[in-house]
């Protein structure tokens, strides 16, 4: 391996395998290399195992064989502790965004820091003041300034508050690398532009990595350094926006640009009904 | 064309319908047949009720007017039984909690963990707690106290089984979310699953409450205390009037506690 692209390497998957018991690999044998600061869009229609690749990242998903480095730590050869404090330093939002119902938007971000909450602190929700804090900086960084809303629970919110809630939760993991799991696909067109904008804005102010999975051509093309496209569990195009042309889209996804773009209006729709 | 289409449509409704008539018919005439043979097994005669009426009514005459000046005797028993259920419900949550844990697959360290705890919960559940009193009282003798213990055993598997149903109903994402920021196990349970769990889960406690308190007015027919205790007795000695004074209170409490915990059950969701 090239020393000089180990340097840069944020993430680094090497001959990465994920089996679910019998069934066909929901991704086989991929190696990829992702730098600090790189903007990644993982791109593909559902099924193609963008979700499994992701999860691997921070080893929600164990994969079967192959290797994960994150931050040079291989994820593989950490102990169970080691594990939980590499996983504090990688961030991760959702599609559904995963926020308790039931809890504060306030808790719902300080969640971000059970990695280092003492059991003790944990077992009577009792974060620090520090704690505190670090959340309300942490909303304020992701777009919701009234202070109004802290203290309602996350469920009386809006989709596109939720995401920033989430996107706050994440920020204060101070993470180094941002997992994105289809992060704008239950918001409508409007908010999936302000949560993409926010989400570029973070990453390039703190020189985060992003690792995003989409299945949005547009949207991809509009945000990402790098597009990864999979088909079957392999990559099939890994570049830049501009190298994904019309033409290569309809190889690698095998069917028309037109399909492609009547299947994301109808999903837009779809959206937007919700 | 679209008539073409809207007869076809049409068709298909009216075949579906009797589809269905005939699966109605078949299930309706097996559970006559079922009930039919339950009629002759038990014994079961109507002439014999009727014949039997006189003696109902006669009994009724005996009942009646209830005896009210047992009242005061009877309340330490009441309360017995209150305290009873209150306890014999609140003490089995310590037990039923971690018990669900273990039970849910969705938070069991190992299946194999699930598989056999959720054994010993659902025979804690299938034993009804009049046999447990029974055991118990042979156990620690006559009173109160194996009541409590009889009444524990049982909820135990009762809130057991609501407490692990109300964890795999849990969002798995949310787990999900605290897992990916680094939350160790207890604290992707305590954080990611008990805020949500939480008032399904105090609903289904104060509805075993209800319960035991029911259940905990006829432990005294084993021996095991409370106001069941003061009925047999009464029902022994052909007492009619205080037996009747003993139902008519019972009933009363029960209605009156039924209230209570609707009306707290309303207020957590």
């Known amino acids: 391996m090239n020393n000089q692209a180990d340097q840069h390497a944020m993430v680094e998957v090497a001959h990465l395998t994920k ?138 919110l809006s989709g596109g508050q939720k995401q ?53 051509l547009d949207v991809a093309r509009t945000y990402a350094d790098r597009i990864i496209a999979l088909a079957g569990g392999s990559v099939t195009f890994d570049g830049p926006p501009a190298e994904l042309t019309d033409a290569v889209v309809e190889r690698v996804f095998m069917k028309s640009i037109d399909e492609v773009d009547e299947e994301q209006t109808v999903e837009t729709a779809e959206a937007s009904t919700e | 064309m679209t008539t073409a289409i809207a007869s076809g449509v049409l068709d298909a409704v009216m075949e579906e319908r009797r589809v269905s008539r005939r699966q109605y018919m078949i299930i309706g005439m097996v559970v006559l047949a079922a009930a039919l043979w339950s009629a002759w097994g038990t014994e ?19 009942m009646l007017p209830p005896d009210f000046t047992i009242l005061e005797d009877l309340m330490g028993p009441m309360v017995e039984t209150l305290e009873m259920a209150l306890l014999g419900t609140t003490i089995p949550i310590f037990f039923a909690l971690p018990l669900a844990f273990l039970c849910a697959v969705n938070t069991t360290p190992h299946p194999l963990v699930s598989v056999v705890t959720r054994l010993i ?65 207890f604290k992707i349970i305590w954080f990611g699953v008990m805020p949500n769990v939480l008032p399904v889960m105090m609903s289904s406690t104060l509805f075993y409450w209800e319960y035991n308190n029911r259940a905990s007015t006829v432990l005294g027919l084993v021996g095991a205390g409370g106001i069941g205790l003061a009925l047999t ?35 957590i969701i």
Request: proline share 4%; with cysteine.
């Open chain 1, 19 to 156: 089996a679910y018991g019998n069934a066909a690999p929901a991704i086989e044998d991929i190696s990829l290399s992702f730098k600090k600061g790189e903007f990644i869009v993982l791109l593909g229609p559902s099924g193609v195992g963008k979700s499994t690749l992701l999860r691997c990242l921070n080893f929600l998903v164990r994969p079967t064989s192959g290797v994960v480095r994150v931050n040079g730590e291989e994820l593989g050869a950490l102990s169970k502790k080691g594990l939980l404090e590499a996983r504090h330093h990688i961030g991760m939002i959702f599609q559904e965004f995963n926020l308790v119902n039931r809890m504060s938007v306030l808790m719902n971000v300080m969640c971000g820091r059970l990695g280092t909450l003492s059991t003790w602190r944990a077992l009577t929700y009792n974060f620090s003041p520090e704690d505190h804090e670090l959340a309300v900086r942490a909303l304020v960084r992701a777009g919701l300034e009234d202070t109004e809303l802290y203290l309602r629970r996350a469920d009386t």
């Open chain 1, 164 to 216: 920033r809630v989430a996107i706050a939760r994440m920020l204060i993991q101070e993470p180094k690398v941002i997992l994105a799991d289809e992060p704008i696909a239950s918001l409508d067109v409007v908010m999936r532009i302000q949560i993409m904008d926010l989400i570029r804005d973070i990453a390039d102010r703190d020189g985060l990595t992003v690792v995003m999975s989409l299945h949005q």
């Open chain 2, 44 to 62: 079961f005669n109507i002439p014999k009720l009727v014949n039997g009426l006189p003696m109902i009514y006669d009994l009724g005459g005996r």
């Open chain 2, 121 to 185: 919960v659902g025979t804690f559940r299938t034993v009804p707690e009049l046999i447990w009193a029974m055991v118990l009282v042979t156990a620690v003798g006559l009173g109160p106290f194996p009541g409590v213990l009889a009444l524990t055993l049982h909820s135990i598997g009762g809130l057991g089984k609501f407490y692990y149903e109300a964890i795999e109903s849990a969002d798995p994402g949310v787990m999900e979310a605290m897992e990916a920021a680094g939350a160790s196990r």
């Open chain 2, 233 to 267: 007795h009464a029902l022994q000695d052909f007492r009619y009037p205080e037996v009747v004074t003993c139902l008519i209170l019972i009933v009363l409490i029960l209605v009156v506690i039924d209230r209570i915990s609707a009306f707290l059950r309303g207020r």
